[in-house]
Nanobody, 116 residues
Framework: QVQLVESGGGLVLPGGSLRLSCATS????????MNWYRQTPGKERELVAA????????NYRDSVKGRFTISRDNAKNTVYLQMNSLKPEDTAVYYC?????????WGQGTQVTVSS
């Protein structure tokens, strides 16, 4: 079955960096776009970054442009989110996501906390 497993979250100082990973299995990873979302308590999940199957095309929400980079390794069935210059407002649970057929799959999420 399809599985998405995030890792790499943690506590970081403002201005610091983290690299999130999402390891996948159960589907042909190289054929599907992958996304990173985030959610804070009381708010809806918001799309942070997306990457097409080839990895050539990416897009980002405005608030993270120039600071976050989404990438993928199709040989390892893994998508990454490099987060630099982190701000307290980046604090959230981060999820990876894929739409496969008519079903949206989510990982369990990884907590990112940016605080001094």
């Amino acid at each position: 079955q399809v599985q998405l497993v995030e890792s790499g979250g943690g506590l970081v100082l403002p201005g610091g960096s983290l690299r999130l990973s999402c390891a996948t299995s159960g589907f042909t990873f190289s054929s599907y776009a992958m996304n990173w979302y985030r959610q804070t308590p009381g708010k809806e999940r918001e799309l942070v970054a997306a990457i097409r199957p080839s990895g050539v095309y990416t897009n980002y929400r405005d608030s993270v442009k120039g600071r976050f980079t989404i990438s993928r390794d199709n040989a390892k069935n893994t998508v990454y989110l490099q987060m630099n210059s982190l701000k307290p407002e980046d604090t959230a649970v981060y999820y990876c996501n894929a739409l496969i057929g008519l079903t949206i799959y989510w990982g369990q999420g990884t907590q990112v906390t940016v605080s001094s």
